[in-house]
């Protein structure tokens, strides 16, 4: 009669975690990143949405929120309200899920999660209506800079924000 050995060796069991220790360093940096890629998504969702709307808005002859500043849903200090468009966004603009800042001048930050509206001479001689952008986390959805966004053109050197130009 012969006996059979149950169990593993201790060279199977080695090898095993050796493979799942690589699948997991390979696989490691993506995961981490997915929250990001997330809000990344959500963010060009919204500007995509925003600037959606204001061109609906144009063609219901409701005029283009004037000036430039931070998106709000009511007016507030260096923000532009977008109050008379609510019913377009179903009642709220979206807001940037991880709240990041934007800084669009010396001194004026966006730091509410608000995205950034430009109806300003610097657009507008662009020939462009208006702009709307958002920061990004990963630059490799970024379509420009927010400094070249803001002065009225796309930079795509160290391009971290994704803007949105508007005829």
Not at 8 to 29: K, R
Not at 136 to 165: H, M, P, Q, R
């Amino acid at each position: 009669m012969s006996q059979t050995k149950k169990g593993f060796t201790l060279i199977e069991l080695l090898i095993v975690i050796t493979i799942i220790g690589i699948l997991a360093v390979a696989f490691l940096p993506t995961l981490l990143n997915a929250p990001a890629k997330g809000r990344d998504t959500a963010r060009i969702s919204a500007v995509e949405k925003i600037s959606t709307v204001l061109g609906t808005a144009s063609v219901d002859n409701i005029a283009y929120p004037s000036g430039e500043g931070c998106i709000a849903n009511a007016a507030a200090v260096g923000s532009v309200d977008f109050s008379t468009l609510l019913s377009y966004f179903g009642g709220t603009v979206p807001l940037d899920p991880k709240k990041a800042s934007i800084t669009y001048a010396a001194g004026k930050v966006c730091a509410g999660g608000e995205y950034y509206y430009s109806r300003a001479a610097a657009v507008t001689g662009a020939g462009y209506s208006f702009m709307v952008m958002a920061k990004v986390e990963d630059t490799a959805k970024a379509n420009g800079t927010c400094a070249g966004a803001i002065a009225g053109s796309l930079v795509a050197a160290s391009a971290d924000c994704y803007v949105v130009f508007v005829k």
